[in-house]
Nanobody, 126 residues
Framework: QVQLVESGGGLVQPGGSLTLSCAASGFTFSSYAMSWYRQAPGKERELVAGISSGGGSTKYADSVQGRFTISRDNAKNTLYLQMNSPKPEDTALYYC???????????????????WGQGTQVTVSS
């Protein structure tokens, strides 16, 4: 069955860096666009970044553009999120998500994702 397992979260100081990973299994990883979402307490889950199946196209939320980088290693079935210069407002539970349709592009619509990881907590604080 499809499994997505996030790791790499933790406490990071503002201005530091952190890399999240998402290990995928149970499907042909290289055929699907993937995304990172986050949810802070009391807020809606929001798209952070998305990447196409081959990795050639990416999309970022305005709030993280220029600070975060999404990437993937299709040989290792792993998705990454490099977080540089995080801010306290980046504190949230971060999830990776698999696009429902094979070969489809990046989308912000949560209904278009059919598998989610359990999440990894990122706390940005001094």
């Amino acid at each position: 069955q499809v499994q997505l397992v996030e790791s790499g979260g933790g406490l990071v100081q503002p201005g530091g860096s952190l890399t999240l990973s998402c290990a995928a299994s149970g499907f042909t990883f290289s055929s699907y666009a993937m995304s990172w979402y986050r949810q802070a307490p009391g807020k809606e889950r929001e798209l952070v970044a998305g990447i196409s199946s081959g990795g050639g196209s990416t999309k970022y939320a305005d709030s993280v553009q220029g600070r975060f980088t999404i990437s993937r290693d299709n040989a290792k079935n792993t998705l990454y999120l490099q977080m540089n210069s995080p801010k306290p407002e980046d504190t949230a539970l971060y999830y990776c998500a698999k696009r429902k349709a094979r070969w489809a592009g990046i989308t912000i619509l949560r209904s278009e994702y059919d598998a989610w990881g359990q999440g990894t907590q990122v706390t940005v604080s001094s």
